[in-house]
């Protein structure tokens, strides 16, 4: 099983879950994270650290987001990993939960 970062994360992408995580399964795009179901070994302890609630359990995951397990995988190949916390964006606040975020997504 792996985690997976969902549609909130898009231009909030707060970093603080890649400072917990003990493998460096974080990917990092321009406005959004990834986590390499490869790499990821399920520890569970990026959860509780990301404050947008955008990561899920896969088997948790809500079912409108499960496209973004794929999304996921997709992208953790291309984008370079990220092992340590970054200042979010300055506008993070006011994107975290708005809905229908994925037109959003900058590859």
């Known amino acids: 099983m792996t985690y997976v970062v969902t549609e909130n994360c ?20 321009p406005n959004f994270l990834t986590i390499d179901p490869e790499e990821c070994i399920d520890c569970s302890l990026c959860e509780p650290e990301c404050p947008a609630e ?9 079912e409108a987001q ?7 995988r997709e992208l953790a190949e291309i984008w ?20 229908d975020k994925l037109q959003y997504l900058e590859r």
Not at 12 to 25: A, F, G, I, Q, R
Not at 54 to 62: C, V
Not at 66 to 72: D, T
């Open 66 to 72: 499960m496209h973004f397990l794929e999304l996921n």
């Open 54 to 62: 955008a990561i899920f359990a896969e088997d948790d995951l809500p």
């Open 10 to 29: 898009i231009r909030c992408k707060y970093t603080d879950c890649v400072e917990v995580c003990p493998v460096d399964c974080f990917h990092e795009g």
């Open 80 to 99: 370079p990993v990220i092992t340590e916390q970054k200042e979010s964006p300055a506008d993070a606040e006011e994107w975290d939960g708005k809905p």
